[in-house]
């Protein structure tokens, strides 16, 4: 089984790539679905995480308050640091359990495709055969994520605007074996996806 991880910041077409492989039969880990497994009431994380920035941050039924964490994080660099530890490593850890159980599974598929925002910053690329790394313009980013999270585009391109200080495309274009350069073509995705499943298919098992 290859392992490819596909990165890129929020809103910029990873998650329509990776859908992509999806469709020719890769096993997608979608890691945002994932990382809201490791955050429900009760679990270790969100424990970790209420000790550490209080209830004001939950709901009253217990859940965590993603909008309200979300606008901390993105103007406190060290509450996101402080987050970032407490759930990447469980990140981390789900997903190289993940890996095992499907390699090991009596139907291992050919490929498996992590979808993951942080897959450097939580060293997902550890466990990767490849890693393709998705970059977008500004602006076509700011119009996805306003569309998808009922946000203003100018609240959109300020969280981009705080992404992308701590996200350089050109650490992930440097860190990448492929680098794609998505400009809001499914289609575009579609033949990416058929690119990448091939030269996964070509790399030597070491």
Not at 9 to 19: I, M, V, Y
Not at 145 to 165: E, F, H, M, N, Y
Request: hydrophobic fraction near 40%.
């Amino acid at each position: 089984m290859k392992t490819i991880g596909v990165t890129g910041r929020s809103g910029s077409g990873k998650s329509t790539l990776a859908r992509a492989m999806g469709n020719l039969g890769a096993y997608v880990l979608d890691g945002d679905l994932i990382a809201a497994g490791l955050m429900q009431p009760g679990s270790p994380v969100l424990n970790k995480v209420r000790e550490s920035f209080g209830p004001s941050y939950f709901t009253e039924g217990g859940a965590l308050d993603r909008k309200k964490l979300g606008e901390r994080v993105f103007s406190d660099e060290k509450a996101l640091t402080l987050l970032n530890a407490i759930v990447h490593p469980a990140f981390y850890g789900r997903i190289r359990d993940l890996l095992e159980g499907l390699e090991t599974g009596p139907e291992a598929p050919d490929y498996a495709v992590i979808d993951a925002a942080v897959l450097f910053e939580a060293g997902l690329d550890a466990l990767c055969d490849l890693v393709v790394a998705v970059i977008c313009d500004d602006e076509d980013m700011a119009d996805r994520i306003a569309l998808r999270d009922g946000l203003t585009k100018q609240k959109a391109l300020d969280r981009i605007k705080s992404q992308k200080a701590k996200v350089c495309d050109y650490d992930m274009y440097r860190r990448a074996g492929i680098t794609v350069i998505s400009r809001g073509d499914p289609t575009e995705m579609d033949s990416w996806a058929e690119r990448i499943l091939r030269i996964a298919k070509g790399m030597r098992n070491d």
